[in-house]
């Protein structure tokens, strides 16, 4: 009971119209280690309990009931007051997901425009003169996220090329620490013990640039 109340109190934070992609896959999440994802995803029916029940039977009908109360109860908390009036009237979570989902997921043509904003907004990205790598690489990495949530693909080889293309010559010592861990993510050199995710390894090393 304490491990819950402790892990509520890391509930996603409150919707209230902006953000849906990044809150939608957060309020999953929580949905999912709070052991309620199915009360909202599959939405089944709740047998009614036959003639004279086991115990078993009777316990089982209340956690089916409890669990779908508590994903309820879980997404009416997690939007504001204004979108709580919107949803209240929906009878099971699955018709509220849904309607969050296609109220504020946006169509097709309007994520495509959002994808192309975010990737025109990388490109134009630069390094500044106060940043190290690794803040460098951050602000990177937050916009290709963005681009990931609205359901697109978008490399880490990307945002490598991107780093090595524009770190300033003045940093070339690191440059050339990107370029090694490159080399050994995929070509694997035993005595780096460097391996398999490339953008991982890259981080690793920018990690170590402290210098603005």
Known sequence: MESESSFSSNAPSIFDGDNYHM????????????DLWDAVEKDYAIPALANNPTMTQIKTHKELKTKKSKAKACLFVAVSAT????????????SIWDYLKEEYAGDERIR??????L?????????????????YSDRLLGI??????????????????????TVPE????????????????????PHLNV????????QNAINMDVKP
């Open 119 to 135: 990737i025109r907004d990388f490109e134009l990205q630069k390094m500044k003169e106060s940043e190290t790598i690794k803040m």
């Open 144 to 165: 290709a996220n963005k681009i990931k949530l609205l359901g697109s693909n978008f490399s880490d080889s990307r945002i490598v090329e991107k780093l090595l293309v």
């Open 112 to 117: 495509g425009m959002q994808v192309l904003n």
């Open 170 to 189: 003045r940093r070339e010592a690191s440059r050339a620490n990107i370029l090694l861990v490159i080399t050994a993510t995929r070509k694997v050199i």
């Open 195 to 202: 391996r398999g995710d490339l953008m991982q390894n890259v």
């Open 83 to 94: 979108i709580f009036t919107r949803v209240m009237s929906h009878k099971t979570t699955k």
């Open 23 to 34: 809150w939608a896959v957060r309020m999953e999440t929580y949905l999912e280690a709070m």
